[in-house]
């Protein structure tokens, strides 16, 4: 796929923000951002629950230039959510990253937009304080931002990226175990390409509060593989039965695949995935033994596993050597799976689906058993306190006489995390007769509430209605009407209104009003 083209010429430019106790450097930052020679859209700022005085600052700021939205998360989410919902929230046609402590050169938006061309993303570089000469910049700059390299390694920063908004409303969302920058520019390179700007724009400040000392602080002294880099046999080892690292490296081996600039790179996540060794397939029809009794040799099949093997491989040996099995012959039907037990989500999350693979199974039983059996029931299951996505094999629960194929299914139970919007939604009057019209004061109120990050962007103001009847308020007796949702979307809860009530008026008009 490819991220649809928008001419930088006449585009819309977002800059996202996120702050997190960042007065120290904030106003250096903000200043060099209003400053840009290239005209800001908007500056929207994402503030995560600061407890210095970032949001006062910015509230300074915002007073001064219209263009800066601020808006508070109602709890913590960290920076990689914090810049995920950030960047849902852009309006404009292409997305600049900031940092909360750089300093932007006055022309850094100027020289993105000429450089990004037909890109999905565009990256400059940047000097920190710890350069003393440009031999030092030029040793750190980032030579070689193709897929293949990005495989292994983060290496471009978010705070140096310009994005076009339609490649960011094409990627899946990410989680915690994938840093947002590199997984920004992993989904360039699959959507349209990355684009270097070979100049020095950002001044980068790395210091031991920011936001990604601290992740490396706290994460990397528990040793945990929160990034599936490989290093060294025995981590790839390890990290390779992580389903971070399965579902990171199989959404790039589905996305490039067809993409001949990206086939090297597709080959590599192909071997590193273990999809070219395939399974040898037996077919029952070639071994009917007596009385239904099989036995199948390792000498069978043995080329076959070996033609799947580098010339240099030496097969040592195959274990069972003899395969053997008792089958009967009997009716078949294929039947639902259906779970049986509980699982149930941790505080701030929500099961959001319940994914069964397969979702049906065939019972093989004697025609009169077979009948009796409607639906296939897996084992008892207790998951509790879940707070991320729980991939399970489930074996299906035995019953005399029936054999289910396959004899487990894959559940999946997807868990998203809930985060708060507000919309602005209008009041509409409903069944009013001729020359009859409502006003309300407020016209619109603000809708808040929680929904899955998930389904962040999916949820607008055109799924919530306010319809208020000509009926109920002539049965009111005042002129105060409590304002009530008629309808409410699906994964929405928590919901608040304000104002919970508003003043209203029912117009006369003329007859050609609206005309």
């Not at 649809?4 to 106790?21: A, R, W």
């Not at 932007?104 to 000429?114: N, S």
């Not at 070996?306 to 039907?333: A, C, F, H, R």
């Not at 209104?497 to 050609?512: G, R």
Request: charged share 20%; hydrophobic share 35%.
């Amino acid at each position: 796929m490819t991220a649809s083209p928008t001419s930088p010429s006449f585009s819309l430019v977002s800059v996202v923000m996120c702050t997190y106790n960042g007065e120290q450097f904030l106003r250096e930052q903000l200043d060099s951002i209003v400053q840009q020679s290239y005209p800001i859209h908007e500056l929207l700022i994402q503030d995560d629950q600061s407890t210095d005085r970032t949001t006062k600052i910015i509230k300074e700021y915002q007073a001064r230039y219209p263009f800066i939205r601020l808006h508070i998360n109602e709890k913590n989410l960290g920076f990689n959510a914090n810049f995920h919902t950030a960047l849902c929230s852009a309006t404009g046609d292409f997305i600049s990253i900031s940092d909360q402590d750089d300093v932007w050169h006055p022309d850094k938006l100027k020289e993105m937009m000429a450089c990004i061309g037909d890109k999905a993303m565009c990256f400059s570089f940047s000097a920190t304080p710890q350069d003393h000469s440009i031999a030092d910049i030029e040793r750190r700059l980032n030579n070689n931002e193709s897929l293949e390299r990005l495989l292994f390694s983060n290496c471009v920063p978010g705070h140096s990226m310009l994005l076009r908004r339609s490649m960011i409303e094409q990627i899946p969302f990410w989680d915690d175990n994938v840093l947002y920058d590199w997984w920004l520019a992993i989904n360039a390179q699959l959507y349209g390409g990355v684009a270097r700007c070979n100049k020095i724009l950002t001044n980068h400040r790395v210091h031991q509060e920011s936001a990604m000392s601290l992740f490396y602080q706290k994460n990397y002294k528990k040793a945990k593989p929160y990034l599936p880099y490989l290093k060294g046999y025995q981590s790839y080892r390890a990290l390779r039965k992580k389903e971070s690292w399965q579902k990171f490296y199989r959404h790039i081996y589905r996305e490039s695949n067809g993409q001949k600039e990206l086939n090297t790179a597709h080959r590599i996540v192909d071997a590193m995935l273990g999809k070219s060794f395939f399974p040898v397939n037996l077919s029952f029809s070639d071994y009917k033994g007596q009385n239904n009794h099989v036995k199948i040799f390792a000498s069978e099949f043995e080329k076959r596993l070996l033609n799947q093997l580098n010339v240099s491989t030496k097969l040592l040996s195959v274990k069972p050597d003899t395969l053997e099995y008792i089958y009967s012959t009997g009716d078949s039907k294929l039947v639902p799976v259906k779970l049986q037990g509980t699982v149930s989500a941790g505080r701030q999350y929500y099961i959001s689906d319940t994914i069964c693979t397969p979702d049906s199974v065939l019972a093989y039983a004697p025609a009169g058993v077979l009948d009796t059996i409607t639906i296939a029931y897996t084992q008892k299951v207790k998951f509790e306190d879940v707070s991320d996505t729980l991939k399970r094999q489930i074996p299906l629960l035995a019953q005399k006489g029936v054999k289910f194929v396959p004899a487990s299914v894959e559940m999946i139970f997807p868990v998203d995390i809930y985060t708060e919007k507000t919309v602005e939604v209008p009041l509409r009057g409903v069944n009013f007769p001729a020359g009859k019209v409502l006003r309300a004061f407020p016209s619109k109120v603000n809708v808040t509430f929680q929904v899955g990050l998930s389904h962040f962007r999916q949820i607008t103001a055109s799924d919530f209605h306010i319809n208020v009847s000509y009926e109920e308020l002539l049965k009111l007796g005042s002129d105060k009407y409590t304002v009530k949702l008629r309808s409410v979307p699906k994964g929405v809860n928590q919901i608040r209104i304000s104002p919970e009530q508003v003043d209203f008026l029912i117009e006369q008009v003329s007859p050609d009003y609206g005309n």
